[in-house]
């Protein structure tokens, strides 16, 4: 369905960009998820921006959405957001932020937006599981298309309604990956692991 973009939104989305935050918005809308798999440079963040202001003007006082990403990107995300969608409250979890001993539920406290590293939520992947989310966004989602790795099982615990991979790269090595990846967001979609296995990852 077409969607406005919100006004708040300090960018003029390409057409591409528009259709991709309208798909976004009506995943989140119907508590779906999926796997944005745009090339490096086309906006990715941008559409997620776009969607999470949306759901935040709709609902706000929701739940904060989640972002996880490398540690190398966690900073692209926070300028980006300041640039982008400035109306958004992001609180930044860094190691700092862990050593000061502030509890999480209290940094949560107006935020519309945490990001935080593989590593720590990882490491804290417990008190993420005992909060309330409107959505997990996985940036960089290849990192974690091991099934069997603890950050792909701390995501799967997360209880978030919405989850979005988003990825340049969804598939590096074999099928198995890809079936990682749209099973962390849609569970049961592409069938259960070992059924995926046989009838298509070893054929193909």
């Known amino acids: 369905e077409p969607l406005p973009v919100p006004a708040s939104i300090t960018a003029e989305l390409r057409d591409y960009q528009r259709r991709g935050y309208q798909w976004l918005s009506f995943l989140h809308d119907h508590q779906l998820g999926g796997v944005l798999a745009d090339d490096m440079g086309l906006?990715?963040?941008?559409?997620?921006?776009?969607?999470?202001?949306?759901?935040?003007?709709?609902?706000?006082?929701?739940?904060p959405f989640l972002i996880v990403a490398p540690t190398s990107v966690v900073g692209n995300w926070g300028s980006e957001a300041a640039r982008f969608a400035p109306d958004l409250n992001v609180v930044v979890i860094s190691e700092t932020t862990r050593r000061s001993g502030t509890a999480l539920a209290t940094l949560l406290a107006g935020a519309d937006v945490v990001l935080t590293?593989?590593?720590?939520?990882?490491?804290?992947?417990?008190?993420?599981r005992a909060s309330s989310w409107s959505g997990l966004v996985l940036d960089e989602a290849q990192m974690i298309k091991n099934?069997?790795?603890?950050?792909?099982?701390?995501?799967?615990?997360?209880?978030?309604?919405?989850?979005?991979?988003?990825?340049g790269t969804p598939m590096e090595n074999n099928l198995g990956e890809l079936w990682a990846l749209v099973s962390l967001c849609c569970p049961g979609l592409l069938g259960r692991r070992e059924q995926f296995r046989q009838v298509y990852r070893v054929p193909i």
């Open 43 to 63: 906006g990715k963040t941008l559409q997620t921006l776009a969607m999470i202001q949306r759901a935040r003007e709709s609902s706000p006082e929701a739940p």
């Open 147 to 167: 099934p069997s790795s603890q950050g792909y099982r701390a995501a799967r615990g997360l209880p978030a309604p919405f989850t979005l991979a988003i990825t």
């Open 117 to 128: 590293s593989y590593a720590l939520f990882r490491i804290d992947a417990e008190q993420y």
